[in-house]
Protein backbone atom coordinates (compact mmCIF):
# COMPACT_ATOMS: atom_id res chain seq x y z
CA UNK A 1 0.00 0.00 0.00
CA UNK A 2 0.96 3.38 -1.09
CA UNK A 3 2.24 5.89 1.50
CA UNK A 4 -0.26 8.89 1.74
CA UNK A 5 0.29 12.56 3.08
CA UNK A 6 -3.31 12.97 2.20
CA UNK A 7 -6.14 10.91 0.90
CA UNK A 8 -7.55 13.77 -1.59
CA UNK A 9 -5.91 14.83 -4.29
CA UNK A 10 -5.29 18.64 -5.05
CA UNK A 11 -4.26 20.47 -8.08
CA UNK A 12 -6.15 18.04 -11.03
CA UNK A 13 -8.56 19.66 -12.98
CA UNK A 14 -10.33 21.38 -9.55
CA UNK A 15 -10.20 25.27 -9.00
CA UNK A 16 -6.39 24.87 -7.82
CA UNK A 17 -4.81 23.65 -11.16
CA UNK A 18 -4.21 26.68 -12.41
CA UNK A 19 -2.48 28.74 -9.74
CA UNK A 20 -0.27 25.13 -8.83
CA UNK A 21 0.30 25.05 -12.78
CA UNK A 22 1.43 28.71 -12.91
CA UNK A 23 3.98 28.10 -9.93
CA UNK A 24 5.26 25.37 -11.07
CA UNK A 25 5.95 26.59 -14.51
CA UNK A 26 7.99 29.90 -13.41
CA UNK A 27 9.70 27.77 -10.54
CA UNK A 28 11.91 25.67 -13.24
CA UNK A 29 12.17 22.92 -9.93
CA UNK A 30 10.15 20.39 -11.79
CA UNK A 31 11.12 18.58 -15.10
CA UNK A 32 7.91 18.88 -16.75
CA UNK A 33 5.58 21.50 -14.33
CA UNK A 34 2.21 20.19 -16.16
CA UNK A 35 2.68 16.20 -15.55
CA UNK A 36 -0.13 14.99 -13.77
CA UNK A 37 1.94 12.71 -12.48
CA UNK A 38 2.69 15.24 -9.72
CA UNK A 39 -1.25 14.98 -8.32
CA UNK A 40 -0.38 11.56 -7.31
CA UNK A 41 -2.06 10.99 -3.79
CA UNK A 42 1.37 9.25 -2.52
CA UNK A 43 3.29 12.64 -2.86
CA UNK A 44 0.66 15.19 -3.62
CA UNK A 45 0.71 16.65 -0.27
CA UNK A 46 4.97 16.93 -0.86
CA UNK A 47 4.17 18.23 -4.25
CA UNK A 48 1.74 21.18 -2.69
CA UNK A 49 4.19 21.82 0.22
CA UNK A 50 6.62 22.22 -2.20
CA UNK A 51 4.75 25.10 -4.47
CA UNK A 52 4.29 26.66 -1.24
CA UNK A 53 7.74 27.08 -1.08
CA UNK A 54 8.02 28.09 -4.87
CA UNK A 55 5.54 30.59 -4.16
CA UNK A 56 6.90 32.52 -2.01
CA UNK A 57 10.44 32.52 -3.12
CA UNK A 58 8.50 33.90 -6.59
CA UNK A 59 7.41 37.27 -4.29
CA UNK A 60 10.50 37.38 -2.19
CA UNK A 61 13.61 36.34 -4.97
CA UNK A 62 16.23 37.18 -2.04
CA UNK A 63 14.65 34.53 -0.27
CA UNK A 64 16.18 30.70 0.04
CA UNK A 65 13.92 27.93 0.73
CA UNK A 66 13.59 24.33 0.42
CA UNK A 67 11.18 21.09 0.72
CA UNK A 68 12.21 19.16 3.46
CA UNK A 69 10.39 16.31 4.75
CA UNK A 70 11.06 14.51 8.12
CA UNK A 71 10.33 10.98 9.06
CA UNK A 72 10.39 8.50 11.29
CA UNK A 73 14.01 6.18 10.26
CA UNK A 74 11.59 2.64 10.25
CA UNK A 75 8.65 4.53 7.53
CA UNK A 76 10.61 2.63 4.73
CA UNK A 77 7.25 3.56 2.49
CA UNK A 78 7.61 7.55 3.18
CA UNK A 79 11.63 7.11 1.88
CA UNK A 80 10.14 5.48 -0.99
CA UNK A 81 7.69 7.82 -1.95
CA UNK A 82 10.35 10.66 -0.94
CA UNK A 83 12.79 8.72 -3.73
CA UNK A 84 9.67 8.41 -6.41
CA UNK A 85 9.08 12.31 -6.16
CA UNK A 86 12.71 13.67 -6.50
CA UNK A 87 12.64 11.72 -9.70
CA UNK A 88 10.47 14.77 -10.97
CA UNK A 89 12.70 17.50 -10.22
CA UNK A 90 15.20 18.99 -11.77
CA UNK A 91 18.21 19.32 -9.57
CA UNK A 92 16.56 17.91 -6.01
CA UNK A 93 19.55 18.67 -3.88
CA UNK A 94 19.18 22.25 -4.76
CA UNK A 95 15.16 22.79 -3.55
CA UNK A 96 14.33 19.51 -2.04
CA UNK A 97 15.48 17.21 0.97
CA UNK A 98 15.01 14.90 3.90
CA UNK A 99 15.59 13.63 7.31
CA UNK A 100 14.85 11.23 9.50
CA UNK A 101 13.89 12.05 13.04
CA UNK A 102 16.79 9.83 14.35
CA UNK A 103 18.89 12.45 12.06
CA UNK A 104 17.36 15.38 13.84
CA UNK A 105 17.66 13.94 17.62
CA UNK A 106 21.21 13.45 16.80
CA UNK A 107 22.52 16.30 14.85
CA UNK A 108 20.98 18.47 17.77
CA UNK A 109 21.85 16.37 21.18
CA UNK A 110 25.32 17.64 21.28
CA UNK A 111 23.53 21.55 20.75
CA UNK A 112 21.35 21.49 23.80
CA UNK A 113 23.69 22.16 26.73
CA UNK A 114 21.00 23.05 29.84
CA UNK A 115 19.42 20.37 31.67
CA UNK A 116 16.15 21.91 30.41
CA UNK A 117 17.31 21.37 26.72
CA UNK A 118 18.68 17.40 27.68
CA UNK A 119 15.99 16.61 28.94
CA UNK A 120 13.85 17.97 25.85
CA UNK A 121 15.95 16.51 23.46
CA UNK A 122 15.28 13.05 25.24
CA UNK A 123 12.32 13.38 25.78
CA UNK A 124 11.37 14.16 22.05
CA UNK A 125 14.00 10.90 20.88
CA UNK A 126 11.09 8.80 23.25
CA UNK A 127 8.14 10.10 21.81
CA UNK A 128 9.18 9.84 18.29
CA UNK A 129 11.77 7.27 18.21
CA UNK A 130 11.24 4.75 20.79
CA UNK A 131 8.60 2.66 19.21
CA UNK A 132 8.63 0.35 22.49
CA UNK A 133 7.76 2.99 24.96
CA UNK A 134 4.91 4.03 22.35
CA UNK A 135 3.46 -0.04 22.49
CA UNK A 136 3.96 -0.41 26.22
CA UNK A 137 1.40 2.70 26.37
CA UNK A 138 -1.11 1.07 24.18
CA UNK A 139 -0.69 -2.64 25.28
CA UNK A 140 -1.37 -0.80 28.92
CA UNK A 141 -4.23 1.49 27.52
CA UNK A 142 -5.91 -1.81 26.08
CA UNK A 143 -5.35 -3.72 29.51
CA UNK A 144 -7.52 -0.88 31.42
Known sequence: MPS???QRTYGL???HTDRYRAVAA????????AATEL???RWNQIWRNHL???SIRQHEPCLLGSEIVVHHPLDTRC???IESYAQFLTRPADTFGSFTLGHIVDTWRPLLTSPS???WISDFGDRYLNLGLSNDAWAKRQRQ
Open 26 to 33: ASQVWRDP
Open 13 to 15: DDT
Open 39 to 41: TDK
Open 79 to 81: AST
Open 117 to 119: QTK
Open 4 to 6: TFS
Open 52 to 54: LVE
